[in-house]
Nanobody, 122 residues
């Protein structure tokens, strides 16, 4: 069993930065971890992911060059550094763990955190 806890969300002005953290309990060394977001009235969408073992990352096009995923194996923590934030980045952000890969679809992920709200507004 894996449990996830996100933190770091908040209110930020357009162009600003935030760093989200996701702390995982349980053995996740062979897993993939992803970040998703969901805005009100919209479906949950893929943001990015990382292979826990080899560190390969994947991003959706709308965040490439602005968001960076990194990990700290010793702390069982994955980070989502978000720079140059835009109003359209406003959403609840979720981290998730997949036992099979680090893909882009919600159904690939087996464990989910409770989410942290990011609001980009002036």
């Amino acid at each position: 069993q894996v449990q996830l806890a996100e933190s770091g969300g908040g209110l930020v002005q357009p162009g600003g930065s935030l760093r989200l953290s996701c702390v995982a309990s349980g053995h996740i060394f062979s897993y993939g971890m992803g970040w998703f977001r969901q805005a009100p009235g919209k479906e949950r969408e893929f943001v990015g992911s990382i292979n826990w073992k080899i560190g390969t990352t994947l991003y959706t096009d709308s965040v490439k060059g602005r968001f960076t995923i990194s990990k700290d194996n010793g702390k069982n923590t994955v980070y989502l550094q978000m720079n140059s934030l835009k109003a359209e980045d406003t959403a609840a952000y979720y981290c998730a763990v997949s036992r099979t890969g680090w893909g882009v679809t919600v159904s690939e992920y087996d464990y989910w955190g409770q989410g942290t709200q990011v609001t980009v507004s002036s």
